[in-house]
């Protein structure tokens, strides 16, 4: 199998900075919904804080697999 070294990496480059955009706008989607929702009913806001944290998380571990990803599409190229 031949590998386009240079649009490989581009590619995935390219798909990263795509997730991350969504990603982005997601947690900005999300905030907002956080805020109503704090302002509508205060009873919601340890839920609300709590959720908040496991957005942060998730958002962690998709930065930690992207970057995983171009590690090993990187090595995969070198091979």
């Known amino acids: 199998m031949v590998v386009d070294e240079k649009n ?3 590619k ?6 795509e997730l991350q955009r969504q990603l982005d706008g997601l947690q ?3 905030t907002e919904l956080h805020k109503t929702r704090e302002k509508t ?8 804080q709590s959720l908040k944290e496991k957005l942060n998380e998730h ?11 171009s590690q ?3 090595e995969n190229l070198n091979l």
Request: hydrophobic fraction near 30%; charged fraction near 30%.
């Open 28 to 30: 900005g989607q999300v």
């Open 72 to 74: 090993l599409e990187s």
């Open 8 to 10: 490989e990496l581009p």
């Open 41 to 48: 009913n205060p009873e919601l806001s340890s839920d609300v």
């Open 59 to 69: 958002s962690k571990q998709l930065e930690q697999s992207a970057e995983k990803l």
């Open 12 to 17: 995935a480059t390219q798909r990263e900075a």
